[in-house]
């Protein structure tokens, strides 16, 4: 198991942390942002394979910010392979 802590960029939320176990994410928790929104994303890609959750959401944008929490996330996997 590891564990990864993100800073995201350009969006409302602060901190990223997230558990993965080989290519499978375990476990995902926003710090900040729209906490709803937030708490979906992590419930959606928990079990998801890394790949496959980075090519669904890299490219979201967040009303013209050029990025979105989902975006972040995906960023933050990124930065772990």
Do not use: H, W
């Amino acid at each position: 198991m590891k564990t990864i802590s993100y800073t995201p960029k350009g969006v409302c939320s602060r901190k990223i942390d997230i558990e993965i176990d080989g290519d499978i994410i375990k476990k995902v928790k926003f710090t900040g942002g729209c906490n709803g929104n937030t708490q979906g994303i992590s419930k959606l890609v928990e079990g998801m394979k890394i790949s496959d959750v980075i090519s669904k959401l890299e490219n979201i944008d967040c009303n013209g910010k050029g990025t979105s929490c989902p975006a972040q996330l995906a960023a933050a996997l990124k930065s772990s392979i």
